[in-house]
């Protein structure tokens, strides 16, 4: 375990429809990053967040929006889902907003667009 | 703009034989770099890093990663291999810097099969 929570775990779900992915940082942990990790894109940055305010914008589309709550716990939306967007999306979080540290990665959610 | 090629989609090697996985990089300035792990179903875990110094960093479960600046390269290495170091190894790159957030780049990925 290595203290980021990411839920669910798996999501299918239907072209069109909304859909929110759920991460918990490691404890002490301030900043969030989002990533895409698909077979062709590879690992790809989608926002960071830094104690509650968003920090740094990466490849993330209009469709997708995130936010970090007063307790630290972020949240990615997804919507108007299009089958491109099946890919697995992880968590990261690290203590500072920069420097050398490294990220502690979650299991990540598998998400599935039929 | 930052960038990190992994040259190399997969890498075989026999149990006991000593590994390399090749890490390029392009970025200005003394970049910080990483190494990542994957194993299958799991997030990425913290393998090493280079940040200054010595040019030969040791990490965990016995890997280490050369850091060559004038070939800009950062190529993992390990003298035995394991079966269980059979995964999908992660390259990354960050420009040093204050003030601001400095964005992470990570490679494509270079999967790792040890052979029994």
């Known amino acids: 375990d290595s203290g980021v929570t990411q839920t669910p775990k798996h999501l299918i779900t239907a072209t069109g429809q909304r859909v929110t992915l759920r991460c918990s940082p490691r404890s002490g942990d301030l900043s969030v990053y989002w990533y895409q990790q698909s077979l062709d894109q590879g690992l790809q940055f989608l926002i960071q967040y830094y104690n509650g305010e968003e920090r740094a914008k990466g490849n993330i589309l209009e469709r997708f929006s995130a936010q970090q709550f007063p307790d630290l716990h972020s949240e990615l939306n997804l919507s108007s889902l299009e089958l491109g967007d099946s890919a697995l999306y992880f968590c990261?979080?690290?203590?500072?907003?920069?420097?050398?540290?490294?990220?502690?990665f979650g299991s990540g959610t598998r998400l599935t667009v039929v | 703009a930052q960038s990190v090629a992994q040259p190399e989609d997969q890498v075989n090697v026999a149990e006991g034989n000593p590994l390399t996985v090749k890490c390029t990089y392009s970025v200005s300035g003394n970049p910080y770099l990483f190494w990542y792990v994957q194993y299958p179903n799991r997030g990425l875990q913290f393998l090493l890093k280079?940040?200054?110094?010595?040019?030969l960093v040791k990490g965990s479960y016995g890997f280490e990663a050369e850091f060559n600046k004038s070939q800009t390269s950062f190529h993992l290495k390990k003298p035995s291999a394991l079966v269980s170091d059979s995964a999908l190894y992660f390259c990354?790159?960050?420009?040093?810097?204050?003030?601001?957030?400095?964005?992470?780049?990570f490679g494509i990925g270079t999967k790792l099969q040890v052979i029994p």
């Open positions: 990261a979080s690290s203590v500072a907003l920069q420097g050398a540290q490294s990220y502690t």
């Open positions: 990354a790159v960050r420009p040093p810097g204050s003030g601001g957030y400095q964005k992470v780049t």
């Open positions: 280079y940040i200054t110094g010595d040019n």
